[in-house]
């Protein structure tokens, strides 16, 4: 069974920091690319970071780009996010996701045919910033 399971969220205030971790379990088939997005009550999934199977290709959405680090340690099987310079927008909840076709496919998942489309996501774990 395949499964995604996010930790690391909580309160954080405006500036701070935090580090998300996702650890991953029961591919059959090597995993080729892993994101991070998120969602707020009303709103629809956002992606915001993509990383290869060999971190090799790393994107970054507009909105966290040069505050926000994906990463990954594949003899751990985990995926990482490390948040900084927190803004009280960046409040949501965070997921983590998996696509076992290939780094193009979920690319284009992400950016195309909308987060969602991407092969498994996890359920989440909730960041607030807020003083």
């Known amino acids: 069974e395949v499964q995604l399971v996010e930790s690391g969220g909580g309160l954080v205030q405006p500036g701070g920091s935090l580090r998300l971790s996702c650890a991953a379990s029961g591919f059959s088939f090597k995993v080729q690319a892993m994101a991070w997005g998120r969602q707020v009550p009303g709103k629809g999934l956002e992606w915001i970071a993509l990383?290869?199977?060999?971190?090799?290709?790393?994107v970054y959405a507009d909105s966290v780009k040069g505050r926000f680090t994906i990463s990954k340690d594949n003899a751990k099987n985990t995926l990482y996010l490390q948040l900084d310079s927190l803004q009280t927008e960046d409040t949501a909840m965070y997921y983590c996701a998996a696509e076992q076709t290939t780094y193009g496919g979920a690319y284009y998942c992400l950016t195309v045919l909308g987060p969602p489309e991407i092969g498994y996501w996890g359920q989440g774990t909730q960041v607030n910033v807020s003083s």
């Open positions: 990383i290869g199977s060999s971190a090799d290709r790393i």
